[in-house]
């Protein structure tokens, strides 16, 4: 019973994967085979010889970049179960001692390849959903004038949809990309009978000879091909909601044998009929079955769409917890399903952002060009991470760690090549915009650095504290100071101290930590210091993945002797007003950035979830 349970469970979770997990590489077909054919940028000439290497380059990048790199390998690489370049780097980190060089490089790849992850979430619902639309031209050209606004309307309503949050839609999610899937095999199949020869794209070198006959074609011909792998970094990303086996099972047992048969169907069709490099993926399918298919693939690349929106929703709450972007307001949309969030702020500044990118660039051809940096820079990051995880998290040798990420890092390296051509025909986007987003990560974490810095030179050490305040005045009730250094008395309360000239009867200092795992279990979350008779000391862990939520935390105080009654308690929290100064450790522009974002961050009270009656806030000044 326990077995079939298990396999029950196996199932449903891999259904589950393939609604969230392979939205992205799955709708690649839309768009992939006609780029590389009949894109703007150094188009590969349909002869018998280019078609069956180019699905032999692509049967190939499909089985080492996808299926060993990521699903075999790099999926070893967890968190604590959980994925995704924040996490990685959050392990990379761990080994590395503080204030070295490689640690600070360690940061700088992963903010960046973060950052290029944003892009990536502006990018594919833009591509994708234009490339969908666009099988309506296939229909009847007098539909074209109405692909941008039709596109734009399903945007802007996937966008406007994500604060009810995924978890009512998300059932229709599996089931439909099944079908996808399943179509996509089926139109491949029928293709293929048509034209079986294409199955020698098996071979390997097949690909070895189209790029031995044509080394330049051959190289840019990398910078399109590398669409068929777009989405495989969210294998990686989406692990810790589903598990490694279920996403491998899903990849194995269908997304895989699905996208080869379609790739190579729609080959099939270029070596019968050249002309149908118009839009190959659309004219596989009969005409009745035209417009079904603009619906489903239609479904297909807003589910897409979706995984990434929730990726960047994902992402932004880690850069949060490790602190590396101001707080900010996140909702939970569901309460049952952990890691469904919503945060306003970053859903629409997505939605503008990709709205300048579909009147800007117009079509999926032209988009393509933007799409393949951000996707091999991502790439090539996690290469460089993994390698440090496995030299220094698992210990292996240098040599088994560098032979083991060679390979794949050179691969990426030259599909990131081939894409750095592309930089001025669209592929300047993400790395703008990855660098703008770079610069708010970096800016913030170093400012915050500094300011830390700042407030600890004039801190008073506990010990100190203790004794200036042995006769002070006491007033009934529980004071909580939160405080960001355990050691040192809190800003807040000297303030208080000196403002109020009392002090409660008890005062309870809190401060909170963020570690590098993803989560931390409850009864382990608190851990409790008594200080003095009327002092307490209470440090709450969390993990990376976590809300944090005060009150309930501090619940857990009371099998250590520390009980808090919520009418009897007030949280005191510092609130700093910065003013910038010329002479800083920042160069001024940045020093007014980081002032613009800690004066626009998100309320502590609301972060840590207190009560807004039982708060109060003391503030006070800083020149930076």
Known sequence: ???????????????????????????????????????????????????????????????????????????????????????????????????????????????????????????????????????????????????????????????????????????????????????????????????????????????????????????????????????????????????????????FGLVLPALVINYFGQGALLLRDPEAIANPFYLLAPDWLLYPMVVLSTLATVIASQAVISGAFSITQQAIQLGFTPRMEISHTSDQQMGQIYLAGINWSLLAAVIVLVLGFGSSSNLAAAYGIAVTGTMFITDLLAFVVARYVWGWPVWRAFLGALPFAIIDLAYFSANSVKIADGGWFPLLFGLAVYLLLSTWKRGRDLLSAHLAMDAMDTRSFLQAIAGARRVPGTAIFLTSNPDNVPHSLLHSLKHYKVLHERIVLVSVHILDVPRRADDSRVEVVHLASDLWLVKVSYGFMEQPNLPNALAGCAAYGLHFDPMDTSFFLGRETLLPRLNTDMCRWRGKLFVWMFRNGGSAANFFGLPANRVVELGTQVVM
């Not at 196996?10 to 392979?22: D, E, N, P, Q």
């Not at 007098?142 to 039709?150: H, L, T």
Request: net charge neutral; proline share 6%.
């Open 1 to 251: 019973m326990s077995e079939n349970n298990d396999q029950n469970r196996l199932a449903s979770l891999s259904l589950a994967a393939l609604g969230v997990v392979y939205g992205d590489i799955g709708t690649s077909p839309l768009y992939a085979i006609k780029e590389v054919f009949g894109g703007a940028h150094h188009p590969v000439p349909i002869t018998p010889d280019n078609v069956i290497g180019i699905l032999s380059l692509i049967f190939w990048s499909l089985m080492v970049v996808v299926s060993l790199k990521y699903v075999l390998f790099i999926m070893r690489a967890d968190n604590k179960g959980e994925g995704g370049i924040m996490a990685l780097m959050a392990l990379a980190l761990r080994p590395i001692a503080p204030g070295s060089w490689q640690r600070r490089l360690i940061m700088v790849l992963g903010l960046f390849g973060a950052a290029l992850f944003y892009g990536d979430g502006v990018i594919t619902p833009a591509i994708s959903v234009l490339s969908a639309v666009e099988g309506l031209e296939v229909a009847t050209p007098a539909f074209r004038p109405y692909v941008v606004p039709i596109s734009l309307v399903i945007l802007v309503g996937l966008f406007a949809v994500q604060r009810r949050g995924t978890a009512t839609v998300g059932a229709f999610f599996g089931p439909i990309m099944v079908l996808w899937f399943l179509t996509l095999g089926t139109l491949g199949l029928f293709s293929i009978a048509h034209d079986p020869a294409v199955l020698r794209a098996l071979g390997p070198w097949h690909a070895v000879r189209f790029f031995d006959d044509n080394p330049i074609l051959g190289f840019f011909a990398l910078g399109a091909a590398v669409l068929v792998l777009t989405g495989g970094e969210a294998l990686y990303a989406d692990m810790g909601h589903f598990g490694h086996k279920p996403i491998q099972w899903a990849w």
